[in-house]
Protein backbone atom coordinates (compact mmCIF):
# COMPACT_ATOMS: atom_id res chain seq x y z
CA UNK A 1 0.00 0.00 0.00
CA UNK A 2 1.88 3.12 -1.07
CA UNK A 3 0.61 6.25 0.99
CA UNK A 4 0.43 9.40 -1.50
CA UNK A 5 -0.26 13.05 -0.23
CA UNK A 6 -0.63 16.22 -2.62
CA UNK A 7 2.55 18.88 -2.71
CA UNK A 8 0.22 21.12 -1.00
CA UNK A 9 -0.51 19.42 1.65
CA UNK A 10 2.61 18.31 1.85
CA UNK A 11 4.08 21.52 1.65
CA UNK A 12 1.28 23.15 4.13
CA UNK A 13 1.44 20.50 6.93
CA UNK A 14 5.12 19.30 6.99
CA UNK A 15 7.43 21.23 5.31
CA UNK A 16 7.48 24.21 8.35
CA UNK A 17 9.25 21.57 10.62
CA UNK A 18 11.83 20.64 7.92
CA UNK A 19 12.28 24.08 7.63
CA UNK A 20 13.00 24.46 11.27
CA UNK A 21 15.27 21.61 11.25
CA UNK A 22 16.98 23.31 8.25
CA UNK A 23 17.41 26.55 9.92
CA UNK A 24 19.25 24.34 13.08
CA UNK A 25 21.43 22.79 10.82
CA UNK A 26 22.56 25.67 8.96
CA UNK A 27 22.91 27.35 12.47
CA UNK A 28 24.80 24.43 13.37
CA UNK A 29 26.92 24.80 10.39
CA UNK A 30 27.91 28.16 10.76
CA UNK A 31 28.17 28.55 14.66
CA UNK A 32 29.78 25.34 15.44
CA UNK A 33 31.35 23.94 12.16
CA UNK A 34 32.54 27.58 11.39
CA UNK A 35 32.08 26.53 7.34
CA UNK A 36 32.15 30.38 6.78
CA UNK A 37 35.61 30.65 8.13
CA UNK A 38 35.16 34.01 10.75
CA UNK A 39 37.71 34.22 12.87
CA UNK A 40 36.81 33.86 16.74
CA UNK A 41 33.69 32.44 15.97
CA UNK A 42 32.90 28.86 18.33
CA UNK A 43 35.11 30.14 20.83
CA UNK A 44 34.57 29.66 24.00
CA UNK A 45 35.21 33.15 25.14
CA UNK A 46 33.01 34.48 22.38
CA UNK A 47 29.65 32.76 23.12
CA UNK A 48 27.88 35.64 22.91
CA UNK A 49 28.72 36.03 18.99
CA UNK A 50 28.09 32.47 18.13
CA UNK A 51 24.70 32.36 19.77
CA UNK A 52 24.02 35.74 17.63
CA UNK A 53 25.48 33.77 14.35
CA UNK A 54 23.30 30.82 14.92
CA UNK A 55 20.13 32.70 16.21
CA UNK A 56 20.66 34.98 13.12
CA UNK A 57 21.22 32.04 10.63
CA UNK A 58 18.40 29.67 11.63
CA UNK A 59 15.80 32.78 11.52
CA UNK A 60 17.58 33.77 8.28
CA UNK A 61 17.08 30.39 7.08
CA UNK A 62 13.98 29.68 8.36
CA UNK A 63 12.14 32.60 7.37
CA UNK A 64 13.89 32.52 3.89
CA UNK A 65 12.36 29.17 3.02
CA UNK A 66 8.80 29.78 4.24
CA UNK A 67 8.30 32.89 2.53
CA UNK A 68 9.33 29.91 -0.71
CA UNK A 69 6.56 27.78 0.53
CA UNK A 70 4.19 30.29 0.74
CA UNK A 71 5.20 31.54 -2.43
CA UNK A 72 4.62 28.58 -4.09
CA UNK A 73 1.56 27.99 -2.43
CA UNK A 74 0.17 31.22 -3.58
CA UNK A 75 1.01 30.11 -6.95
CA UNK A 76 -0.56 26.70 -6.57
CA UNK A 77 -3.81 28.10 -5.45
CA UNK A 78 -4.00 30.74 -8.73
CA UNK A 79 -3.85 28.12 -10.89
CA UNK A 80 -6.16 25.94 -8.92
CA UNK A 81 -9.09 28.93 -9.37
CA UNK A 82 -7.85 29.72 -12.82
CA UNK A 83 -9.05 25.66 -13.49
CA UNK A 84 -12.46 26.20 -11.21
CA UNK A 85 -13.47 29.18 -13.25
CA UNK A 86 -13.17 27.61 -16.53
CA UNK A 87 -15.92 27.95 -18.08
CA UNK A 88 -17.67 24.46 -19.48
CA UNK A 89 -19.62 24.01 -22.38
CA UNK A 90 -23.40 23.42 -19.96
CA UNK A 91 -25.11 26.20 -21.42
CA UNK A 92 -26.54 24.65 -24.80
CA UNK A 93 -27.21 21.64 -22.87
CA UNK A 94 -29.51 23.26 -20.22
CA UNK A 95 -30.85 25.31 -22.49
CA UNK A 96 -32.10 22.07 -24.95
CA UNK A 97 -33.56 21.02 -21.33
CA UNK A 98 -35.15 23.59 -20.63
CA UNK A 99 -36.85 24.73 -24.19
CA UNK A 100 -37.47 20.67 -24.20
CA UNK A 101 -39.54 20.98 -20.37
CA UNK A 102 -41.12 24.53 -21.74
CA UNK A 103 -42.61 22.87 -24.67
CA UNK A 104 -44.20 19.69 -22.52
CA UNK A 105 -45.71 22.41 -20.14
CA UNK A 106 -46.86 24.92 -22.77
CA UNK A 107 -48.60 22.49 -24.81
CA UNK A 108 -50.12 21.39 -21.69
CA UNK A 109 -49.23 17.33 -22.81
CA UNK A 110 -47.87 16.41 -19.18
CA UNK A 111 -47.41 12.67 -18.83
CA UNK A 112 -49.73 11.23 -15.75
CA UNK A 113 -48.03 10.04 -12.83
CA UNK A 114 -48.37 5.85 -14.09
CA UNK A 115 -47.01 7.02 -16.96
CA UNK A 116 -43.96 8.97 -16.16
CA UNK A 117 -42.80 6.03 -12.90
CA UNK A 118 -43.90 3.18 -14.81
CA UNK A 119 -40.86 0.59 -16.68
CA UNK A 120 -40.17 1.86 -20.52
CA UNK A 121 -41.54 0.14 -23.06
CA UNK A 122 -39.60 -3.42 -24.54
CA UNK A 123 -37.02 -2.22 -27.50
CA UNK A 124 -39.41 -2.98 -30.89
CA UNK A 125 -38.27 -5.86 -32.86
CA UNK A 126 -35.93 -5.31 -34.86
CA UNK A 127 -35.15 -2.25 -34.15
CA UNK A 128 -31.03 -2.31 -33.60
CA UNK A 129 -31.19 -2.12 -29.89
CA UNK A 130 -29.12 -4.71 -28.30
CA UNK A 131 -29.58 -5.50 -24.51
CA UNK A 132 -27.46 -7.52 -22.36
CA UNK A 133 -28.80 -10.20 -20.19
CA UNK A 134 -27.98 -10.08 -17.10
Partial sequence: MTFKIPLNRFITLVKPYLNVAGGAAAAWLIAKANVLGIPGLGEHQNELATGLAAAGTA???WGASQLADLKWLKGHHIELEAIATTPLDTHSVAEGLVDHVSEDISS?????DEEEF????PPAAGAGVVVDAP
Avoid: K
Fill in 118 to 121: SAPP
Fill in 59 to 61: LLT
Fill in 108 to 112: GELPS
